[in-house]
């Protein structure tokens, strides 16, 4: 019985970059590849990415990588069959795109992405997804490698690289 294999990319600081090649290749045993900010890489042993989530220093996001395309406008989920088991019904969602300089940027590529994203829902003949900024269920993240885009779906909620500190813990003077 053969374990099915998935591909999934990171996304680190610049400056991070090296480490996060180490890290992922010593934590998951594998082999990466470099694409400017990000790391991809293919498991099939999903124990492998929860020992990432737990030890990695050096990471902002790891994503499911859906597909890697030249233009947003090509891209497809042809190749994932069992979509139904993540996707429900009413399920929100919303796109995060990185590795472009710009707001506006960014914007004009989630645009490009958003009818293709349903089309291809569409073609699956799954639920039609909900756009939702604030509080979506599913992010997608595109990652714009300078020679084509990596589209997959974040996996952590929170960006690794931020940190959570109350005002007790930077102030030991509570004076608010």
Same mark, same amino acid.
């Not at 030890?55 to 859906?66: K, M």
């Not at 030249?70 to 919303?94: A, C, E, R």
């Given at each position: ?31 990466? $590849?470099?694409? #400017? ?7 099939? !042993? ?5 020992? &990432? /989530?737990?030890?990695n220093q050096s990471l902002q996001t ?57 089309? $291809?829902?569409? #073609? ?7 756009? !939702? ?5 599913? &992010? /997608? ?10 589209i997959g779906l974040q996996l952590n ?20």
């Amino acid at each position: 019985m053969s374990k099915t294999i998935f591909s999934y990319f990171t996304v680190s600081d610049p400056d991070l970059i090296e480490c996060s090649v180490k890290e992922i290749q010593e934590i998951c045993n594998v082999s990466t $590849e470099k694409h #400017n900010s990000a790391v991809i890489f293919s498991i099939s !042993d999903i124990t492998k990415i929860i020992d &990432l /989530f737990k030890r990695n220093q050096s990471l902002q996001t790891i994503c499911l990588l859906l597909n890697k395309c030249s233009d947003v406008s090509k891209f497809s989920l042809s190749h994932f069959k069992d979509l139904q088991t993540i996707f429900g019904k009413n399920t929100t969602f919303s796109v995060d795109v990185t590795g472009v300089k710009g707001q506006e940027k960014r914007t004009e590529i989630a645009k490009q992405f958003y009818p293709k994203l349903h089309e $291809e829902f569409a #073609n699956l003949g799954l639920q039609e997804l909900l756009l !939702d900024h604030k509080t979506p269920q599913l &992010l /997608f993240q595109i990652y714009d490698t300078q020679d084509g885009y990596f589209i997959g779906l974040q996996l952590n909620v929170k960006d690794f690289s931020s940190r959570e500190f109350s005002a007790n813990k930077l102030f030991t003077q509570n004076k608010f």
